[in-house]
T-cell receptor, first 112, second 116 residues
Framework: AQSVTQLGSHVSVSEGALVLLRCNYS??????LFWYVQYPNQGLQLLLK??????LVKGINGFEAEFKKSETSFHLTKPSAHMSDAAEYFC??????????FGAGTRLTVKP | DGGITQSPKYLFRKEGQNVTLSCEQN?????MYWYRQDPGQGLRLIYY???????QKGDIAEGYSVSREKKESFPLTVTSAQKNPTAFYLC???????????????FGPGTRLTVL
């Protein structure tokens, strides 16, 4: 079964610093990959989605992710962190409809 | 505005009682899902439905039941058989386009259930 591993349950960066949240997936074929963001006591909001059209995917709020098949990775980045980026981020893989597997999540803290 | 609504936001239940969580969507999506979220564990699928009057068990269906009588609504009942029901419950929906192997899921705001 396909799965997702998010490295680091908690990441802390300073405001203005690079944000890098790591996600690796296990799959024998290129899957569909997603990043979602969750603010406290709220639902998940889609940041971006990889569907094989392009390896570099741009999302909302200045985030982007690069699909690297050789590394089975789909890391999320943002050049400059903002205080409003503090939230929990989930990577997810979906090999087929109705089958979405979520990572355990990474909590991002942004220090002033 | 189109979206997914879940009610109530917070729910308290006494042990041994059944409770029903509401999920409504006006996105005209065919598929709907229920997930359970526990700290540090990500989301786990409880039930999903691709079409009215049909639904399938997910990974952790024991102690839960659902119905799909209308396209817009997918209520979840947490029964007394669920041994550890305290959690955050998220409802989601997606289209079923048939042209991709998957479709993006859109989430509601969640219901936090606490068993006293």
């Amino acid at each position: 079964a396909q799965s997702v591993t998010q490295l680091g349950s908690h990441v802390s960066v300073s405001e203005g610093a690079l944000v890098l949240l790591r996600c690796n997936y296990s799959s024998s074929v290129p899957p569909y990959l997603f990043w979602y963001v969750q603010y406290p006591n709220q639902g998940l909001q889609l940041l971006l989605k990889y569907t094989s059209a392009a390896t570099l995917v741009k999302g909302i709020n200045g985030f982007e992710a690069e699909f690297k098949k050789s590394e089975t990775s789909f890391h999320l980045t943002k050049p400059s962190a903002h205080m409003s980026d503090a939230a929990e981020y989930f990577c997810a893989v979906s090999p087929s409809i109705n089958d979405m597997r979520f990572g355990a999540g990474t909590r991002l803290t942004v220090k002033p | 505005d189109g979206g997914i609504t879940q009610s109530p936001k917070y729910l308290f239940r006494k042990e041994g009682q059944n409770v029903t969580l509401s999920c409504e969507q006006n996105l005209n999506h065919d598929a709907m899902y229920w997930y359970r979220q526990d700290p540090g564990q990500g989301l786990r699928l409880i039930y999903y439905s691709q079409i009215v009057n049909d639904f399938q068990k997910g990974d952790i269906a024991e102690g839960y039941s659902v119905s799909r009588e209308k396209k817009e609504s997918f209520p979840l009942t947490v029964t007394s058989a669920q041994k550890n029901p305290t959690a955050f419950y998220l409802c989601a929906s997606s289209i079923v386009s048939g042209t991709e192997s998957t479709d993006t899921q859109y989430f509601g705001p969640g219901t936090r259930l606490t068993v006293l």
